[in-house]
């Protein structure tokens, strides 16, 4: 069981923000930075956001992200078919030397 | 551009061993920390190693201490996963991906382990 918790679903209409949240604790987000990642059906991950709210050079601007606290959360605006995909959020976990992906979030654009 | 390609993967029976391997090109290899994720089917990603600049850190998910290592050789520009006591939920896509942030990923091995 991932200790990066994040809604199994989220789904949006063309045009609308939605926001997928990730919840983890001081020993993981409350004290590291965090990433998301795009997936594809069949492909491999993709970055999306880094350093909690940067985006790579070729990520659009209605990718957005942010961190308080122990949680953090991907806001999409505009959405576009194209973006339906599973989300991962991951960060550094202190108390187990190792890197922590949520769970996943699979967007259904409708 | 950058790029990184996994091999080694297939069938292999509960309580075998496998080893991966992924090589990089396109950018300085030995400056970056390097990872092994995977994937089982249908599921979502796991983080299973990492290792430092030059192998002198080495870090693994509890899942695998103990049977998985990791390894790199600068000179080749190769990352190595040696998997050893395989069980049937070691079954999984394997990619490898460039740390700390994960910005560049493998196509993806498959490992299937199943008598």
């Known amino acids: 069981q991932s200790v990066l918790t994040q809604p199994p679903s989220a789904s949006g209409t063309p045009g609308q923000r939605v926001t997928i949240s990730c919840s983890g604790s001081s020993s993981n987000i409350g004290s590291n930075i965090v990433n998301w990642y795009q997936q594809l059906p069949g492909t491999a991950p993709k970055l999306l956001i880094f350093?909690?709210?940067q985006r790579p050079s070729g990520i659009p601007e209605r990718f957005s992200g942010s961190k308080s606290g122990t949680s953090a959360s991907l806001a999409i605006s505009g959405l576009q078919s194209e973006d339906e995909a599973d989300y991962y959020c991951a960060s550094w976990d202190e108390s187990l030397k190792g890197v922590l992906f949520g769970g996943g979030t699979k967007l259904t654009v409708l | 551009q950058v790029q990184l390609v996994e091999s080694g993967g297939g069938l292999v029976k509960p309580g075998g061993s496998l080893r991966l391997s992924c090589e990089a090109s396109g950018f300085t290899f030995s400056d970056y920390y390097m990872s092994w994720i995977r994937q089982a089917p249908g599921k979502g990603l796991e983080w299973i190693s990492y290792i430092s600049t030059r192998g002198t850190a080495k870090y693994y998910a509890d899942s695998v201490k103990g049977r998985f290592s990791i390894s790199r050789d600068d000179s080749k520009n190769l990352l190595i996963l040696q998997m050893n006591s395989l069980r049937a939920e070691d079954t999984a896509v394997y990619y490898c991906a460039r740390a700390q942030i994960y910005d560049k990923w493998g196509q993806g091995i498959l490992v299937t382990v199943s008598s």
């Open positions: 350093g909690n709210h």
